[in-house]
């Protein structure tokens, strides 16, 4: 009976395997966000960030970063179109060689509130490309047994196509906390907020574009000048959920700026990158959502079959 228990997937094993029974295995790539190109660049923090946390990335010094953007699907072929959400993950190269990562997307919510649910609605997502249901009818079967998606997959239909990488918002959809010098913790979620103006595409222009234009544009934008994004924090407040990645917090809730990010020049993907977001550094603490917390087994084991060609 021991054995039999031992020999039994893990939560994270069953999650992953459930991404590529949906969208199919992909050797060499990741599980989710396959599509993706690197940058380099540097972070500037603000002054004031520094009441908030003693994170070292957030005081006196600009620390180099690199910054992947990507597609959510698991699918690396699939076109930029037809990936909805995109991400920006940026990876902060601290001092000594430590590192620390902060992810985002372009949707400030999650589908699933628990790492359970996020495989058993993957399941019936699965189940319904082999039915003859509309996008509407599937939205509608998922939020009728899961209504924890709704706010999310709202957000996903509000979606159009970005003009570019550099002009859209991202939202982490995870909790953190900061914690300052007098061991105030204070809860948090973070937003990349773009320098420039944002734009999407009209429906002729999105008919003309090629299937991976979001990273030719992008590196042909910072040949000419950098591109940019102010990083802020949301400040929590007592009632705010921090175990609970499918709910926003309010819109009024006080925002500071916590410093800048500079994108210079594009570069190849180092090798073994992980942008794992449970990769803290002190003064930042991970929260008790769930989700956020099973993403370090998750991203362990997608590295691991990406780094077989599995």
């Given at each position: 009976?021991?054995n039999q228990a031992m020999n039994q997937p893990t939560l994270?094993?069953?999650?992953?395997?459930?991404?590529?029974?949906?969208?199919?295995?992909?050797?060499?790539?990741?599980?989710?966000?396959?599509?993706?190109?690197?940058?380099?660049?540097?972070?500037t923090p603000n002054p004031e960030a520094a009441r908030y946390?003693?994170?070292?990335?957030?005081?006196?010094?600009?620390?180099?970063?690199?910054?992947?953007?990507?597609?959510?699907?698991?699918?690396?072929?699939?076109?930029?179109?037809?990936?909805?959400?995109?991400?920006?993950?940026?990876?902060?190269?601290?001092?000594?060689?430590?590192?620390?990562?902060?992810?985002?997307?372009?949707?400030?919510?999650?589908?699933?509130?628990?790492?359970?649910?996020?495989?058993?609605?993957?399941?019936?997502?699965?189940?319904?490309?082999?039915?003859?249901?509309?996008?509407?009818?599937?939205?509608?079967?998922?939020?009728?047994?899961?209504?924890?998606?709704?706010?999310?997959?709202?957000?996903?239909?509000?979606?159009?196509?970005?003009?570019?990488?550099?002009?859209?918002?991202?939202?982490?959809?995870?909790?953190?906390?900061?914690?300052?010098?007098?061991?105030?913790?204070?809860?948090?979620?973070?937003?990349?907020?773009?320098?420039?103006?944002?734009?999407?595409?009209?429906?002729?222009?999105?008919?003309?574009?090629?299937?991976?234009?979001?990273?030719?544009?992008?590196?042909?934008?910072?040949?000419?000048?950098?591109?940019?994004?102010?990083?802020?924090?949301?400040?929590?407040?007592?009632?705010?959920?921090?175990?609970?990645?499918?709910?926003?917090?309010?819109?009024?809730?006080?925002?500071?700026?916590?410093?800048?990010?500079?994108?210079?020049?594009?570069?190849?993907?180092?090798?073994?990158?992980?942008?794992?977001?449970?990769?803290?550094?002190?003064?930042?603490?991970?929260?008790?959502?769930?989700?956020?917390?099973?993403?370090?087994?998750?991203?362990?084991?997608?590295?691991?079959?990406?780094?077989?060609?599995?």
């Open positions: 009976m021991g994270a094993q069953r999650a992953v395997d459930s991404i590529e029974d949906f969208a199919g295995r992909h050797p060499g790539h990741r599980r989710a966000h396959a599509k993706g190109a690197c940058y380099r660049g540097e972070f946390t003693t994170a070292v990335h957030f005081q006196e010094e600009r620390t180099p970063v690199i910054v992947r953007f990507s597609n959510s699907s698991p699918d690396p072929s699939q076109s930029d179109l037809l990936s909805p959400a995109k991400g920006i993950a940026v990876q902060f190269q601290l001092p000594d060689g430590e590192v620390t990562n902060l992810v985002a997307v372009s949707i400030p919510v999650f589908f699933a509130r628990t790492p359970e649910s996020f495989v058993d609605i993957l399941k019936m997502v699965t189940a319904f490309e082999h039915k003859e249901l509309s996008f509407k009818e599937k939205v509608a079967g998922v939020i009728e047994h899961f209504g924890e998606s709704r706010h999310a997959l709202l957000e996903v239909a509000k979606l159009k196509p970005p003009t570019s990488y550099a002009e859209l918002p991202y939202y982490s959809i995870h909790a953190f906390f900061m914690v300052n010098a007098e061991g105030v913790r204070r809860p948090i979620k973070y937003e990349w907020e773009p320098d420039a103006d944002i734009h999407h595409l009209s429906a002729a222009e999105a008919k003309e574009q090629s299937p991976d234009y979001l990273e030719t544009e992008f590196s042909q934008r910072i040949r000419i000048a950098p591109a940019g994004f102010t990083l802020k924090a949301v400040l929590g407040e007592e009632d705010d959920p921090t175990d609970d990645s499918t709910q926003k917090w309010p819109d009024k809730r006080e925002r500071i700026i916590l410093g800048h990010l500079t994108i210079t020049e594009a570069t190849s993907e180092p090798e073994n990158l992980v942008m794992d977001p449970t990769v803290v550094t002190s003064g930042i603490e991970l929260s008790n959502d769930p989700i956020l917390n099973f993403r370090h087994e998750a991203y362990a084991i997608s590295h691991h079959r990406r780094s077989l060609h599995e």
